[in-house]
């Protein structure tokens, strides 16, 4: 069964759960299992997880996706699990009273204090990856050896965008200006308010 093996990277099993709801959303069970078969985590259709994970199981899954699809049709999955995570993570994981404290405060003391509160759980989505924040006018969150690192980070980008959206400010826009999937030696994500920047 995967998931088995002590001693290993882990990562929250959302990134695995939100992703075949993402795919059985675009091309139903037929897409799910093949990309789930692709990345050999073909039992986790019937059985989900419901603990951490191996980073490298999620890894597979999210780099079948990015290589089996065609790049708008992967970006889209992977955008959509991303939003799925996030909108979990707001239902399931930051307190009530926190989230309305956030969505009291002005933007500009919101978001170091989300950043914050990323960073101190960023083992969920990073693994064994370095998570280090910049707080400011256009925060940045980045990560060092992102182990689920695909071109342009799409799922990444999502939840964290999910996350500003809800409880900083509803025209939070996330990009990544460096990418590990793409040689960088590091994933930055920059949150930007208002239109996307072209």
């Known amino acids: 069964m995967p998931g088995e093996g002590a001693g290993v990277a882990r990562v929250g099993p959302n990134a695995i759960t939100q992703t075949a709801a993402a795919l059985r959303a675009a ?7 093949t990309m789930f078969g692709a990345a050999g985590l073909a039992p986790y259709l019937s059985a989900p997880p ?5 980073e490298q199981e ?15 049709q992967a970006a889209a999955v992977a955008r959509d699990a991303g939003r799925r995570t996030g909108a979990y993570i707001l239902a399931h994981r930051i307190p009530k009273p926190v989230q309305k404290l956030l969505r009291w405060l002005p933007p500009r003391l919101a978001a170091p204090v989300l950043l914050a509160a990323i960073r101190r759980h960023a083992w969920t989505f990073a693994g064994s990856g370095d998570v280090t924040t910049t707080a400011g006018r256009r925060p940045v969150l980045t990560i060092a050896r992102n182990p689920l690192a695909t071109p342009g980070c799409p799922w990444h980008c999502a939840v964290l965008e999910t996350l500003f ?15 590990c999937a793409t ?4 994933c930055r994500f920059v949150f930007r308010r208002g239109a996307p920047e072209r």
């Open 183 to 186: 040689g960088a030696s590091a």
């Open 58 to 72: 999620a890894a597979r899954l999210h780099a079948a996706i990015a290589a089996g699809l065609p790049p708008a």
């Open 50 to 54: 419901d603990e951490m994970v191996a």
């Open 27 to 33: 091309g139903g069970e037929t897409l799910a299992r």
């Open 165 to 179: 959206r809800a409880l900083v400010a509803a025209d939070t826009h996330v990009e990544e200006t460096a990418c």
